[in-house]
Structures are given as structure tokens and as C-alpha cells.
């Protein structure tokens, strides 16, 4: 075994040590691996078609064959609940993969080539970080329209200055150092020296805001949806449900109640996983 190897390795299993004695980090992994399960099978789990109707049944109370009850609609609040994950976590995914692409690249070509290029982009980061992030999202989708691609460019539009902002202080900090400085005197291209060198070493501060942000999307998108903006019928959606479910909060409650009650949840679930991926990736984990 190659020492590189072998320092892998030790690294490695420096990592699962602390990811087990990480108690956020065990309980958001499980609560993510859980939702990200539900949304992968939801047509199998789904005991019944999410868009079958029956105004016959209309709020129906729960029972054998409706576990939660009915919407107005008399469709099956937990087949809309399980079809809704794949469809929050469609759309975070899409947004986070939009976002971290535009966000990192941007960020390390400012910090690392500076002058205009720098000024440019950080003073379009600058005009978007002005307003406040959901009310932001909320002028693009009005803007647009409604739609499930409108709150994938909203949310992508709203989260991609603040992961530009860290990639460009990552660089920032990385740029002087000196395996850095000898690449530059071997004369290595600068996209080779972002792509290779630059990019590994902002993996891990990367990877918690993706996680952390995960949860912010998940909870933007329902706000979109709350406010008729967002995801539209019949393709369900958590905070769609949620808007359905208070025109009969105190005659049948179990529809907000169990959509807000799933909506938090995974929100809680991605948002622990980022703070004990925080603690785990930390600098010093090597010396735990």
C-alpha cells in the first residue's frame, strides 16, 4: 500500500469515526435517506393514483383505506404526500445543481482572476443579495408565471449569489498558498489550477451549504406553491397542501396538519445533516 494510500484510508476512517459520534449527522442522514427513498418509490408506495378523485368523499376522515383523509377533492392525502417528496426534492435537486454550477464557477473565476471580471460579478451578487431572498423569488415567479420550471429558475436565481460569495472567499484564502503559487510558476493553466487544485479544497464548506440549502429550497418552493405560484394541480405539493388544508383547518385539520408536519421534518432532517457535516468535515478532524 502507497503512503497516499494509506493516508486515504486513515482519513477515511477518521471520517466514519466521527460521522458516528455525530448525533445530527446520524439523525439528518436518516430522515434525508427516508425522503429520498419515499420520493424514488412514491409510485409504488403511493397506495392510491394522487390525482383520483371522488367528491363523494370529499374530506373524508381517515380510515382503512385513506390513512389521512381526504382533500376537498376526495383525493388520498397520503398519496399526495408521498408524490409530493418526489416533487419538492425534484425540484431542490434541479436547484442545487443549477446553483452550485453557476455559483461556484463564477465564484472562483472572481477571486481568482480579480480586477474587472471580480468586479462585475460580485456587484451582480451584490444587487441580488439587496432583497430579501423569498420576496425575491416571489417577484421572479409573478414575473413568469406559475409553473414547476418558474420556481426551479426563481429558487436558482435567488441561491446562486451566496454560493458564489463563499466559492470567491474560498479562493480568496486558497490563492496564496503555496502549492497554488507553484503551479502558477509551472506555468499550469488557470483552468487546470481552479479545476484541479482550487475546486478539491473548497469541497467541504461546499458541500455543507449545499446540504443547509437543500432545506431553505424545500421550504421556498412551498412558500411559492402556498402563494399559488409555484408547483401547480394536479401535480401535488407539499405547500400547495398546505393552502388546500386551511380553508378547513378547524372542520378537517389533518390535511395542514400532516403536510406541515412532513414539510418540517425533512426541512429539520437536511438542515441537521448540514451542521454535523459541518462539525465532521472540520480541518481539525484529523486531530479528533
Known sequence: MSAATFRSSRFSSALWRAFLR???????????????????????LAPHAYDETNLLNAWGPPDNSFWLGTDELGRDTLSRLIVGARTSLLIAGSVVAITLSAGVALGAVAGYLGGWADRIIMRSVDVVLAFPEVVFAIVIAAAIGPGTTTVIVA???????????????????????????????????????????????????????????????????????????????????????IREGLTALYTDPMLAISASLVLGVTIIGFNLLGDGLRDILDPKIEGR
Open 155 to 241: 429558487l436558482s436565481m435567488v441561491w446562486w449569489p451566496g454560493v458564489a460569495r463563499l466559492s470567491r472567499s474560498l479562493v480568496l484564502t486558497l490563492r496564496s498558498e503555496s502549492f497554488i503559487e507553484a503551479a502558477v510558476v509551472a506555468g499550469v493553466p488557470t483552468s487546470i489550477i481552479i479545476w484541479r487544485h482550487l475546486l478539491p479544497n473548497m469541497l467541504s464548506p461546499i458541500l455543507v451549504r449545499a446540504s443547509v440549502g437543500v432545506g431553505f429550497i424545500i421550504m421556498s418552493e412551498a412558500t411559492l406553491s402556498f402563494l399559488g405560484l409555484g408547483v401547480q394541480e394536479p401535480v401535488p405539493s407539499w405547500g400547495g397542501m
Open 22 to 44: 455525530n448525533r445530527n449527522a446520524i439523525i439528518g442522514s436518516a430522515i434525508v435517506l427516508l425522503a429520498v427513498i419515499v420520493a424514488i418509490l412514491s409510485p409504488l
